[in-house]
């Protein structure tokens, strides 16, 4: 089944202890992104990825770091989390600009 | 600066159809993309606009006016599994998205 999943699914943590979100796809997708939803705000495109080693910042990088080693991950560093970083992150991957698939999100709470 | 603009909420009947409109403001764009969120779940595709025009997708259709900046999503034959979140997204030529703060839309039975 095609799919984008990530991992953990909910995590609480506390301020500045470092955290990684990963995000795997099954597709061969090149491109990849982060975004982060609250609350009428919509979503927020964090990262996004092109291909293996390609990356590039959102919207809304500061505070975040990603890799891209292989193509089918993705992960997501929060390197000294904070409160404000409290959201709901998603990972999607897509095959060209048109249809990005989501992953089901992590809820996130930085204490 | 970037933006998109939708309504955030629109209230319609079983069967009726609703139109929900989006400008936007980017720069570099390529494409508007549709996508609907129940509450509790992930973003899931609808449609993309890369050209002028009307694009149909079953109940669902989006139109793209790019000299206007401005698009729309048709939901027809509402059913009440059409209550969701539906967001309007602007994709540039390097893959930066920017997404509209969302339309809720409510149906009533």
């Known amino acids: 089944e095609a799919q984008v999943t990530q991992n953990p699914r909910y995590l609480i943590t506390v301020t500045g202890k470092k955290l990684t979100v990963t995000c795997s796809q099954n597709?061969?997708?090149?491109?990849m992104s982060w975004y982060r939803q609250d609350p009428g705000l919509g979503l927020r495109q964090i990262y996004y990825?092109?291909?293996?080693?390609?990356?590039d910042k959102g919207d809304v990088p500061e505070g975040y770091k990603v890799s891209r080693k292989e193509k089918r991950n993705f992960p997501l560093i929060l390197e000294s989390p904070s409160p404000n970083q409290t959201s709901l992150y998603f990972c999607?991957?897509?095959?060209?600009?048109?249809?990005?698939?989501f992953g089901p999100g992590t809820r996130l709470t930085v204490l | 600066g970037q933006s998109l603009e939708q309504p955030s909420e629109v209230t319609a009947v079983e069967g009726a159809i609703v139109q929900i409109n989006c400008t936007y403001q980017?720069?570099?764009?390529?494409?508007l993309s549709w996508y609907q969120q129940h509450d509790g779940g992930a973003p899931t595709f609808l449609s993309y606009?890369?050209?002028?025009g009307l694009e149909e997708t079953g109940r669902f259709s989006s139109f793209l006016s790019r000299s206007d900046s401005y698009g729309y999503l048709l939901l027809q034959e509402l059913q009440m599994k059409d209550s969701a979140s539906y967001f309007c997204?602007?994709?540039?030529?390097?893959?930066?998205?920017?997404f509209g703060t969302g339309t809720r839309l409510k149906v009533l039975a």
């Open positions: 597709m061969n997708h090149e491109y």
């Open positions: 980017t720069s570099g764009f390529y494409g």
């Open positions: 999607a991957s897509s095959s060209g600009r048109n249809r990005q698939y």
């Open positions: 990825s092109m291909n293996v080693e390609v990356t």
């Open positions: 997204a602007v994709v540039s030529g390097t893959y930066k998205y920017i």
């Open positions: 606009n890369a050209l002028d």
